[in-house]
């Protein structure tokens, strides 16, 4: 009989592409280690919400009926498929691993969780969205209110909505740091997302302010919205007042012709003062919600300059050249200091340090601008001798 462990089970994961060199042993859970017969070992396990089961058997020669058989001894109802050897280009399931022979095989369920049946059926609406409106009641199934995201369905479940009353966002206000008949600059302050990810919008966003200045793209979740911050990231942002200078703000930037200007507090200090770092980024398939530096990715290059260090954390100016979801906050991860307080690819902190400063731009009559809005007070405190 073989000993498995969770680190082995991560070794595994790893050489089927399914876990990377962030992945630790930890986020392999709920190991349970079974003997079918003397001469093989099955584990059972959950790895990033999925249940899966790895065989150790050197009988099975790819015989995956056979190898199905020894998992249907824990589980004779279970469903779903063996994983194919990426590194094998005879398309073979069997993958050698110290010496012995492993399966990999994921299971399908027919049932599945309550919020991604719902974010599946509707994918212009988040799933966190979802999770909202099931916590306060307004989804129903098969005609019964639901209040658990976990609620399990099947494809046959009759899903209803109740729409609640369109918020009243009339109150809320941000700062406006310049306006005229064709664009509006505002300085958006951390916590606010830019606009909804669906139709049912139950938080203000920047684009439920624009919309009070705009015609352009009034009857979307977008409106007066050329381009986006984060939710966490603060700073300045321009908007469209009408189709025309909506038209010609997202030439510019689609053509990099605008300029701009970030300040990040990191966690650590970089080894080089100054930097250019070129290297293309894509989505991580194996957690969509994230991007990482991929050689099949699309071109990012960030500029940046350490302004000031201490003991713990470093200001660093950052200098985009392009625009990539996340490009800051992965190129800081990448060189091995994460950009504080940001959640994803780094450490939480009461907020992400990361402030959009300034934006240089081209407006309508051909008049360039530099818009800019001050640091804010979190990252001054921690460097409080420092002048922008």
């Known amino acids: 009989m073989v000993k498995v462990s969770s ?7 790893r050489r089927y592409e399914l876990a990377g060199d962030d992945n630790v042993p930890r986020n392999v859970e709920n190991v349970k280690i079974t003997h079918p017969n003397p001469i093989n070992t099955l584990a059972s396990f959950r790895y990033s919400g999925n249940h899966l089961y790895l065989l150790l058997d050197d009988t099975v020669e790819d015989d995956i009926s056979y190898a199905l058989n020894q998992i249907k001894t824990k589980d004779s109802n279970v469903k779903g498929e063996f994983l194919k050897n990426p590194r094998d280009t ?5 993958m050698p691993f110290k010496g012995k022979e492993v399966y990999l095989f994921e299971v399908i369920s027919d049932k599945k969780r309550l919020d991604s049946e719902l974010a599946k059926r509707y994918p212009e609406t988040s ?3 979802w999770q909202k409106h099931i916590n306060a009641g307004n989804i129903k199934v098969n005609g019964n209110v639901i209040t658990s995201s976990k609620h399990e369905i099947t494809e046959n479940d009759k899903i209803s909505i109740e729409n609640p009353e369109t918020p009243d966002f009339k109150d809320e206000k941000l700062q406006i740091v310049y306006i005229d008949d064709n664009v509006i600059v505002i300085n958006k302050p951390a916590g606010v997302l830019t606009h909804s990810k669906g139709e049912l919008n139950d938080e203000f966003t920047v684009a439920d302010f624009f919309r009070r200045y705009t015609t352009y793209h009034i009857d979307t979740n977008r409106p007066g919205i050329v381009h986006r911050l984060d939710r966490d990231t603060s700073g300045v942002m321009i908007g469209a007042r009408n189709d025309e200078t909506a038209i010609s703000l997202q030439k510019q930037f689609a053509d990099r012709k605008t300029k701009k200007v970030y300040y990040a507090v990191l966690d650590g200090k970089p080894k080089l003062d100054s930097a250019n770092i070129d290297l293309p980024i894509g989505r991580n398939p194996k957690k969509p919600s994230m991007f990482r530096v991929d050689v099949n990715g699309k071109t990012a290059i960030t500029k940046y300059t350490v302004i000031d260090s201490n003991h713990r954390y470093s200001l660093v100016k950052l200098q ?3 625009g990539r979801t996340h490009q800051l906050r992965v190129h800081m991860k990448y060189i091995g200091t994460p ?3 940001d959640k994803l690819y780094g450490k939480a902190a009461d907020r992400m340090y990361l402030h959009a400063f300034s934006l240089e731009v081209t407006i309508p009559n051909g008049v360039r601008r530099t ?3 001050p640091l804010p007070d979190e990252l001054c405190k921690l460097f409080p001798g420092v002048k922008i």
Do not use: A, C, E
């Not at 680190?7 to 994961?13: F, Q, T, Y």
């Not at 005879?90 to 069997?94: E, G, I, M, Q, R």
């Open 90 to 94: 005879s398309t073979t399931y069997v």
């Open 320 to 322: 985009p050249k392009t």
């Open 339 to 341: 950009i504080l307080g």
């Open 371 to 373: 818009f800019s809005t």
């Open 7 to 13: 680190r082995d089970i991560l070794d595994v994961l």
């Open 127 to 129: 799933r966190s969205t």
